[in-house]
């Protein structure tokens, strides 16, 4: 291993990650102090403002820059006719194998053949039961009576939540074709293995888009929607050679997609899903046409005609694009110590030191600025206090004055903070303040009254490097 400056001790590895993500409140294994709920996750002060700022990214970039496409949040209880339409009561499941001996569950399709064939544990070499379908939809009851009446299911996806709303948003928006619908909500999956950390959960928040079109305009519209979503990567700043695409195979595609590709990324436990964009056909309103008997036929009044729409769906998880952000901003790097603003060393140690940084994008970071008085004392930490009320109107402010400006840094690098204002001596004498920068940390004097303006245009000048 190298130890020459800007060499890098490691990527990225779930355990780096997870540890991170407790350490500094971003993720909390869900109920831990009663050894934790298998399969969910609560998420921490940095953790929601991140989940949030990811959130706000996608509904900007689908409805604010999309004059084509409206917003919804419809209800996580809907109609049990809606999965019957929808193809869930009947289609949605995974094939599920025990190990008789060691317990484990497995998904078959996930067993190594030859495993599978000799109905042998991948595990333990136990023997394996016979597999067997596994509806992965949580159900419920609905009213005071626990009877097959009164069932009902928690939603395992948001899109049926769009289809049974098509026909409100037309008449109530006068949409016309083609045209979106935009939804972030709850979604809830029984799933058999839950594992690598957030990455697959039974409770999750999904951002979907579903895209209306005319018949025969969907395989343009859907060859559009997969440049607009690889290029939205890029906007936030992903290293793209982590990204590639996957084309569903004939034995892949979903029973409603007519074509299907995922966006890939590069995690620590190697290539998966981030986001699918699939051509759904006319399948899903035609279903709810059918089972509802309502006409779900649009009426094109330009050209005279009525037709089912055909669909462009893209749909990813807010959560695994959490835990994408979180991979792809992680870095370990050896840097020299940093002095402090007058010139001496900023922290205890060697020259030089190994710092964990995440490089998220300014947009996405919890913490915008950190504002850090270089001593309590002679009314440094009054005059922080100040400024960082006048900074916390434009962006989400910290505050730290424990301990060595150095060590302080290095945790505002560990949160992803991009910015770092030092309040000192210099700043009560000119109204000056040092700016300093988590990518390259290198130091400027800013004039305090010049400082809001500075850190936004750096913000919108940004690049990762």
Same mark, same amino acid.
């Given at each position: 291993?190298?130890?020459?400056?800007?060499? &890098?001790?490691?990527?990225?590895?779930?355990?780096?990650?997870?540890?991170?993500?407790?350490?500094?409140?971003?993720?909390?294994?869900?109920?831990?102090?009663?050894?934790?709920?298998?399969?969910?996750?609560?998420?921490?002060?940095?953790?929601?403002?991140?989940?949030?700022?990811?959130?706000?990214?996608?509904?900007?970039?689908?409805?604010?820059?999309?004059?084509?496409?409206?917003?919804?949040?419809?209800?996580?209880?809907?109609?049990?006719?809606?999965?019957?339409?929808?193809?869930?009561?009947?289609?949605?499941?995974?094939?599920? *194998?025990?190990?008789?001996?060691?317990?484990?569950?497995?998904?078959?399709?996930?067993?190594?053949?030859?495993?599978?064939?000799?109905?042998?544990?991948?595990?333990?070499?136990?023997?394996?039961?016979?597999?067997?379908?596994?509806?992965?939809?949580?159900?419920?009851?609905?009213?005071?009576?626990?009877?097959?009446?009164?069932?009902?299911?928690?939603?395992?996806?948001?899109?049926?939540?769009?289809?049974?709303? &098509?026909?409100?948003?037309?008449?109530?928006?006068?949409?016309?074709?083609?045209?979106?619908?935009?939804?972030?909500?709850?979604?809830?999956?029984?799933?058999?293995?839950?594992?690598?950390?957030?990455?697959?959960?039974?409770?999750?928040?999904?951002?979907?888009?579903?895209?209306?079109?005319?018949?025969?305009?969907?395989?343009?519209?859907?060859?559009?929607?997969?440049?607009?979503?690889?290029?939205?990567?890029?906007?936030?700043? *992903?290293?793209?050679?982590?990204?590639?695409?996957?084309?569903?195979?004939?034995?892949?595609?979903?029973?409603?997609?007519?074509?299907? @590709?995922?966006?890939? @990324?590069?995690?620590?436990?190697?290539?998966?899903?981030?986001?699918?964009?699939?051509?759904?056909?006319?399948?899903?309103?035609?279903?709810?046409?059918? @089972?509802?008997?309502?006409?779900?036929?649009?009426?094109?009044?330009?050209?005279?005609?009525?037709?089912?729409?055909?669909?462009?769906?893209?749909?990813?998880?807010?959560?695994?694009?959490?835990?994408?952000?979180?991979?792809?901003? &992680?870095?370990?790097?050896?840097?020299?110590?940093?002095?402090?603003?007058?010139?001496?060393?900023?922290?205890?140690?060697?020259?030089?030191?190994?710092?964990?940084?995440?490089?998220?994008?300014?947009?996405?970071?919890? *913490?915008?600025?950190?504002?850090?008085?270089?001593?309590?004392?002679?009314?440094?930490?009054?005059?922080?206090?100040?400024?960082?009320?006048?900074?916390?109107?434009?962006?989400?402010?910290?505050?730290?004055?424990?301990?060595?400006?150095?060590?302080? @840094?290095?945790?505002?690098?560990?949160?992803?903070?991009?910015?770092? *204002?030092?309040?000192? &001596?210099?700043?009560?004498?000119?109204?000056?303040?040092?700016?300093?920068?988590?990518?390259?940390?290198?130091?400027?004097?800013?004039?305090?009254?010049?400082?809001?303006?500075?850190?936004?245009?750096?913000?919108?000048?940004?690049?990762?490097?």
């Amino acid at each position: 291993m190298s130890e020459e400056k800007g060499e &890098y001790r490691g990527k990225a590895t779930m355990e780096k990650i997870t540890s991170l993500a407790k350490r500094r409140g971003f993720v909390f294994q869900s109920s831990e102090i009663y050894g934790g709920q298998n399969g969910a996750w609560d998420y921490g002060p940095l953790g929601v403002e991140l989940k949030n700022r990811i959130a706000r990214a996608w509904w900007k970039e689908m409805t604010q820059l999309h004059d084509d496409i409206a917003g919804l949040d419809a209800a996580i209880l809907m109609h049990p006719r809606t999965w019957e339409a929808s193809g869930h009561v009947e289609n949605f499941t995974d094939p599920l *194998v025990d190990c008789k001996k060691c317990k484990t569950r497995f998904r078959a399709d996930q067993i190594p053949p030859e495993n599978l064939a000799q109905k042998k544990c991948p595990e333990c070499g136990g023997e394996l039961t016979d597999t067997r379908k596994f509806n992965l939809m949580f159900k419920t009851h609905i009213g005071p009576a626990e009877d097959s009446a009164g069932a009902i299911y928690l939603r395992p996806e948001t899109a049926q939540g769009i289809y049974v709303n &098509y026909r409100n948003i037309v008449q109530s928006n006068r949409m016309k074709i083609p045209f979106g619908i935009a939804q972030i909500g709850k979604a809830f999956r029984n799933e058999i293995v839950t594992k690598n950390f957030i990455f697959r959960t039974c409770e999750f928040e999904q951002m979907e888009m579903q895209y209306f079109v005319k018949p025969g305009d969907d395989v343009k519209w859907f060859d559009e929607w997969k440049k607009r979503r690889w290029a939205y990567y890029e906007k936030l700043g *992903v290293k793209m050679d982590s990204l590639r695409w996957h084309r569903h195979g004939p034995d892949e595609l979903a029973h409603y997609a007519k074509d299907a @590709y995922d966006i890939e @990324y590069l995690f620590p436990m190697g290539w998966r899903e981030l986001e699918g964009i699939h051509n759904r056909s006319d399948y899903d309103l035609s279903r709810h046409a059918e @089972y509802s008997g309502k006409d779900l036929k649009y009426i094109d009044q330009d050209n005279n005609e009525r037709y089912i729409p055909f669909i462009i769906e893209t749909s990813a998880g807010l959560t695994r694009t959490l835990l994408m952000i979180l991979c792809d901003a &992680y870095d370990e790097e050896l840097v020299p110590n940093e002095k402090n603003p007058g010139g001496s060393e900023g922290s205890a140690g060697s020259a030089d030191d190994w710092r964990t940084v995440l490089r998220f994008h300014p947009d996405l970071a919890p *913490v915008t600025a950190a504002v850090l008085p270089l001593m309590k004392k002679d009314g440094l930490a009054e005059l922080a206090e100040d400024i960082r009320a006048e900074l916390k109107e434009d962006f989400t402010t910290g505050y730290d004055q424990a301990g060595a400006i150095g060590r302080r @840094y290095r945790r505002q690098d560990e949160a992803g903070t991009p910015f770092c *204002v030092t309040i000192d &001596y210099q700043t009560k004498e000119d109204g000056t303040v040092t700016l300093r920068f988590r990518d390259s940390m290198e130091q400027v004097r800013v004039p305090r009254a010049e400082l809001i303006e500075r850190i936004r245009r750096e913000i919108k000048q940004y690049k990762r490097g």
